[in-house]
């Protein structure tokens, strides 16, 4: 696909500080359209930074926070979202008048929550959230066109300065994003449905496998069919990202297991008493949100 045409960077410097998956993915993108003049990266272990140096993925890096954040125009947080409040805190000394602050979590009110009172006055936040991603981590695993063609949600705050929001929009939409904003609470009630519930049913279903007698367990895995081979890709996710994710979005995340709950409880009921007709009428009606998915192109 095509990006944006980009005139000049967007920034000079953007910070990443974590180098997993998306930010490496990132800063790849980021300096394959021109977005800024240089990216750089800290992270706690001086091994992530050698690869991510070792791969071009970043200009330089180092595990002294201060000397990468401190000129950064834009300082992405990439780490999982129970760290991001201790991040801001240990950022905050370092960051330039001017400097915009964004992050990549998939829970929002809560990230918001940690990371605002720790930011001095003249920085903007703008919190986001990438929807793209795949079951692998680390800096190795990123790529360059992994948010093409998908949304990056953003979800500003009342006191966000829109051209610290505009910036920020733009750099997603230069790598390929679909950009679009949605109010804190909303976003985690959405991505409570949308991602957070699967990869539960998903860490829930392989776990049930793993818990099977010897004989039945080599069978599962010697067998599987696409179905449970697509739940153990999305059970390979990374386990403190997601053990993050549900200890902070569970609210709405217990909300939406609970209708869950009650939705399966129906099914099995269906099931028991053989109503072939309310199992048919519900599994087409389904069908229409994976044709919805494939017709917006994000199957």
């Keep these: 696909m095509t990006t944006p045409t980009i005139e000049a960077p967007l920034f000079d410097t953007v910070a990443f500080v974590g180098i997993g998956l998306i930010g490496a993915s990132l ?11 240089r990216t750089l990266a800290t992270s706690r272990h001086q091994e992530t930074l050698d690869t991510a140096l070792r791969l071009g993925i970043v200009d330089a ?15 992405m947080i990439c780490v999982p979202v129970g760290a991001c409040g ?36 003249g920085v903007a936040f703008v ?22 063609q998908r949304w990056c949600v ?5 006191e966000t300065p829109p051209a ?27 991505l409570a449905i949308t991602s957070h519930l699967p990869h ?23 067998y599987s069919a696409s179905g449970f081979r697509d739940f153990t890709r999305i059970a390979a996710s990374d386990p403190v ?31 028991r008493r053989g109503e072939g007709d309310t199992l048919e009428t519900h599994f087409t009606r389904t069908r229409a949100i994976r044709r919805g998915i494939v017709d917006a192109k994000q199957a």
């Design 27 to 37: 800063s790849l993108a980021i300096r394959r359209h021109g977005l800024a003049r």
């Design 61 to 75: 890096a180092s595990t002294d926070l201060s000397e990468v954040v401190k000129d950064a125009d834009l300082v």
């Design 86 to 121: 201790a991040v801001a805190k240990a950022i905050a000394p370092y960051l330039k008048p001017g400097a915009i602050v964004s992050d990549v979590g998939s829970v929002k009110c809560t990230v918001i929550r940690d990371v605002m009172p720790h930011l001095p006055k």
């Design 127 to 148: 919190p986001g959230h990438p929807l793209a991603g795949t079951e692998f981590s680390g800096p190795e695993a990123g790529f360059a066109e992994l948010f093409e």
């Design 154 to 158: 953003l979800t500003p705050l009342p």
């Design 164 to 190: 610290a929001l505009e910036k920020v929009a733009a750099m997603w939409r230069g790598v390929g994003s679909n950009v679009d904003t949605l109010d804190p609470e909303h976003h985690d009630r959405v």
């Design 200 to 222: 539960l049913i998903a860490y829930t279903i392989v776990g049930t496998a793993t818990d099977l007698g010897t004989d039945l367990k080599q069978e599962v895995i010697k």
């Design 241 to 271: 990202m997601w053990r993050d994710i549900f200890l902070n979005n569970r609210e709405a995340v217990l909300e939406i297991l609970q209708r869950f709950t009650e939705d399966l409880t129906a099914l099995q009921r269906a099931i």
